[in-house]
């Protein structure tokens, strides 16, 4: 590909499409616009409203993706999290309770888990 005629840009020009792009990179890499990339684009390339303005509409705005809303609205899950609370299980926790009482009992009496040294 071959450029020809290449125009002289002034430095005022290049200071105004610098600001131009640093607009809509703000407005579509901000959390709000991530949220929801279609209304985002529309509003950092078809309008000139400022970054604030946009971030704030798009805050408001419903997320594009409801995958997305959901992660928003109730936060990472990872594998650590319980998916279930068994706590109010009166067996479960009379378990959990002797078995804190035999570890403590062979722990003051000098008991080792077999083939353990």
């Given amino acids: 590909m071959t450029i020809k005629n290449v125009a002289a840009v002034s ?3 290049n200071a105004a499409v610098l600001s131009e792009r ?4 703000a407005i579509l890499e901000s959390a709000e ?3 929801n990339p279609e209304m985002a684009a529309q509003l950092a390339l078809r309008s000139a409203m ?3 303005s946009a971030r704030a509409i798009l805050a408001i705005a419903p997320a594009a993706n409801p995958y997305l809303a959901a992660m928003q609205r109730e936060g990472p899950v990872s594998i650590e999290t319980a998916t279930a609370d068994f706590s109010n299980d009166p067996k479960a926790a009379r378990m959990k309770e002797i078995e804190g009482g035999m570890t403590t009992f062979n ?3 000098g008991y080792r888990k077999a083939g353990s040294r």
């Fill in 107 to 109: 722990k003051t009496k």
């Fill in 50 to 52: 400022d970054v604030e």
């Fill in 33 to 35: 616009g991530k949220r």
């Fill in 22 to 25: 640093i607009r809509v990179s």
């Fill in 11 to 13: 430095g005022d020009t």
